[in-house]
């Protein structure tokens, strides 16, 4: 773009943000959801009715505002409630105003809330403390109205405050108004504009109006035009404008449709009026309003002193309720006596990802595995130029020789059983018998590779896993075949049955869409082929943020149970699903990411009951791309939160013995190992509104143990907020390469968990005191001596 024509663009938006300023009587804002909280500033008299609940709230100077025989002199810091479809004039002497506005749907007040049109909410009077929590609950949703970073979570959170709050003000409506022969021509007027915003699309005349009530139309029109401040005509315009500018700005529909919507006859009548009013077509408009990039931010009202010191008093409270807030403090009565089976443990890791467990440095696979067990570990192959590559991040690693055959080594002390994932590219779309016998080639060629770096020998004791580039976008009859010959190929090599191959079809989404409903139908064809199927079940933050948390497992039983249909299978033993809980919505600053660790804790402990079912590692996600820095160690080797999560699940027994609110009970024989961890619906309350202080607070937690005799020696471990922020600090702070061995071992002793030990006699009962942090797990592990 030329200078030139980049300062025309310039002056052009300008102009366009200056004419809709100086236009008030048409409304520019957006919606979150079905409701708008927006600045506004009165010049004048503003007479109407709309179909929406009305929040009026003055930040500066005074406003006059009149309805059916009430008028109310509004000044700073008083709230005002005008009901849907109720007629009202707002008036102002001086520009000197500014007013926060906020608008709802009574059909959406009513599914969220259970308020009725026929329940109005009281416009005065309203008591003080109920005021001050409107107010402060209007606040707060202002403030992530316009903050551009706000998820659809923390708004639809806020607008629940609100109406909470609004409901202290709801009364019966037990006045009814009869329309008569002695309406006055104030009350008629009154009349004329409430059914105007019924009923916007209809062809609503003063003629028509003045026959109804029987009055003659000029005296109507005179007195229309002395109440309301402007003509019939001009008024209905205002009307169908404002609904057209709602529509433009909220929805995607077609201008041709939204003229019909708004009240015009045609969309030329609607350019016409538009550009008449706003200088610009609807076309420009929505399209400008789109380059200010939300016009809200970029009204000037933002920066009056008045709107500052509003949202800055605003906030202020906001951190004084929730640093008042108080941790309840836990009591567990624990009986030991009795016991089922306790299999959860198991299920947690037992197939995990290399590069999940190590990141990019395969030195610390050893450390990992000398004090955690897995039975399957998934390597991502690739041949790349005659070179053995591990595939990352999408992006292929080059692993030298020596390097493979000390994973081999690793592995094979550890006795796991490594589970190759080979990936080939296949072009899908092409049926050529050439290429295609090129493509098995590669993959001889590849396997002939592995068996002469890893040994034939070795080889025979794995697992292969076949991922094909494509093959969930351009899945077709062929790639069965395909996968067939491959099949083959690894059955001849290393193994005589086809239990050793199996295909990893991808991630599907816990509420599985009809595309991928429609894959997994057509990927059953290839089960005679191979040992297993592998896909990943991801379930996504912001799917658990509208559905309840305690529904999740219901839901993934659900989708087990619908795989098995479609892919027509008595039992789940060729079906291995790995869960995924992926944080795709950033409802808390970064540094909080380790309660997305304690959440995943809350749905392993306490959902869990599958066969073949597996819980990976909890994937911390922007955007949809995973992130690379969570494995279970980083690159210094240094053992992160993630470690000691599992650690501590591996350290439950095999036997439950009692379950409560945030508390697991285990124990084999003498020995008892107990979990304590934050709930879900602990962190829900709060969540939206977590301040930096409240990372600290500790809630005491008394264990009373019965049922138990003798000497035990008793250690606690703890982990928290504070374990898996420290390395990040560091890493922000240094470059990795300068930090010493001295320091390194500094970072590392601070990243483990605290450690408490003591030695107790005991006699039939025990309580034991401590304390954790909100965001802290701890386990408690009691060995008789």
């Known amino acids: 773009m030329s200078l030139q024509n980049w300062h025309s663009e310039i002056n052009e938006l300008d102009y366009f943000k200056k004419n809709l300023f100086n236009n008030q009587k048409i409304i520019i804002a957006k919606r979150k959801l079905p409701y708008r909280v927006f600045l506004r500033r009165i010049v004048g008299m503003e007479f109407t009715a709309h179909n929406l609940i009305e929040l009026l709230y003055v930040l500066k100077g005074t406003v006059e505002v009149s309805e059916r025989n009430r008028v109310k002199i509004l000044n700073q810091g008083e709230l005002y409630i005008i009901n849907a479809n109720k007629a009202h004039s707002i008036y102002s002497d001086s520009k000197d105003n500014i007013m926060l506005v906020f608008q709802i749907k009574p059909s959406y007040l009513k599914e969220i809330s259970g308020i009725t049109q026929d329940s109005l909410l009281k416009s005065n009077s309203l008591d003080p403390t109920v005021k001050d929590r409107i107010v402060y609950a209007l606040g707060l949703l202002f403030i992530e109205n316009i903050n551009a970073q706000s998820k659809y979570e923390v708004h639809l959170s806020r607008l629940k405050d609100l109406i909470n709050n609004l409901k202290d003000c709801l009364f019966k409506d037990d006045t009814f108004y009869c329309k008569g022969e002695t309406d006055t021509i104030e009350q008629i007027i ?190 991502k192959f690739h041949l790349n130029e005659g070179e053995f590559c591990l595939k990352k991040e999408d992006k292929l690693q080059y692993i030298p020789k020596m390097e493979v055959r000390n994973l081999v080594n690793v592995l094979t002390k550890h006795r796991i059983t490594p589970v190759l994932q080979i990936g080939l590219d296949f072009h899908n779309q092409c049926t050529s018998t050439n290429l295609n016998d090129k493509h098995y080639l590669n993959f001889k060629s590849a396997i002939d590779f592995l068996s002469m770096i890893i040994g034939t020998t070795n080889l025979e004791k794995w697992k292969f896993e076949l991922n094909i580039s494509g093959l969930m976008v351009n899945f077709f009859k062929q790639s069965i075949e395909q996968i067939e010959h491959l099949s083959d190929i690894l059955i001849s090599k290393f193994g005589t049955t086809k239990n050793i191959v199996g295909v990893y079809i991808g991630p599907l989404s816990i509420n599985m869409n009809k595309e991928e409903i429609k894959y997994v139908e057509d990927i059953r064809g290839m089960l005679d082929s191979i040992g297993y199927l592998r896909m990943d079940i991801n379930c996504f933050n912001s799917y658990l943020n509208k559905q309840s948390f305690v529904n999740l497992s219901d839901c993934i039983n659900t989708l087990i149970e619908q795989l098995k249909v479609y892919l027509h299978l008595e039992n789940s033993e060729k079906l291995i699903c790995t869960f995924n809980y992926i944080v795709d919505d950033r409802d808390v600053p970064k540094k909080y990411d380790f309660f997305y660790y304690n959440i995943f804790v809350n749905f392993l402990l306490l959902n869990i009951n599958h066969d073949n079912f597996y819980v990976s590692l909890c994937k911390i996600e922007d955007e949809a791309c995973i992130a690379d820095n969570y494995p279970i160690c980083n690159i210094l080797g240094i053992k992160l939160t993630t470690f000691y999560i599992l650690k501590f699940i591996e350290e439950l027994k095999t036997n439950l013995v009692w379950i409560g609110d945030g508390c697991v009970a285990t124990r084999d024989g003498n020995d008892i190992a107990i979990l304590v961890f934050t709930m879900y619906r602990e962190w829900e309350n709060i969540q939206y509104s977590f301040s930096d202080e409240y990372k600290d607070r500790e809630m005491q937690i008394a264990l009373n143990i019965k049922n138990i005799f003798g000497k035990y020696k008793i250690t606690e471990y703890k982990v928290s907020y504070e374990n898996n922020t420290l390395y990040q600090y560091f890493s922000d702070n240094l470059e990795l390469e300068t930090v010493s061995e001295e320091e390194k071992l500094y970072i590392q002793n601070k990243a483990m968990p605290e450690i408490k030990i003591k030695v107790s006699n005991i006699e039939e009962s025990f309580e034991y005191i401590t304390k954790k942090k909100f965001l802290g797990i701890s386990l408690i592990k009691m060995e008789k001596v």
């Open 190 to 379: 009154f009349d004329i504009v409430e059914e105007k915003s019924c009923s916007i699309e209809e062809d609503l005349s003063l003629e028509k109006m003045a026959m109804r009530y029987n009055v003659s139309y000029s005296y109507l029109s005179r007195v229309f035009k002395k109440i309301t401040g402007e003509n019939f005509t001009q008024y209905s315009l205002k009307q169908k404008l404002n609904k057209a500018v709602d529509l433009l700005l909220n929805t995607n529909e077609t201008v041709s449709k939204i003229s019909i919507s708004s009240g015009f006859a045609d969309v030329k009548l609607l350019n016409k009026d538009f550009r008449k009013i706003l200088n610009m077509s609807p076309t420009d408009f929505r399209r400008k309003y789109n380059c200010l990039d939300k016009l809200n931010e970029e009204n000037t009202l933002l920066d009056h002193y008045s709107v500052r010191d509003f949202l800055k008093k605003t906030k202020k409270e906001r951190i004084k309720r929730y640093n008042t807030l108080q941790i309840e403090d836990k009591k567990y009565k624990i009986g030991i006596k009795g016991a089922e089976s306790f299999n959860t443990k198991e299920k947690w890791c037992k197939i995990i990802e290399l590069e999940d467990i190590v990141g990019d440095n395969l030195d610390n696979l050893e450390k990992v595995l000398t004090d955690l067990s897995f039975e399957f570990i998934i390597i």
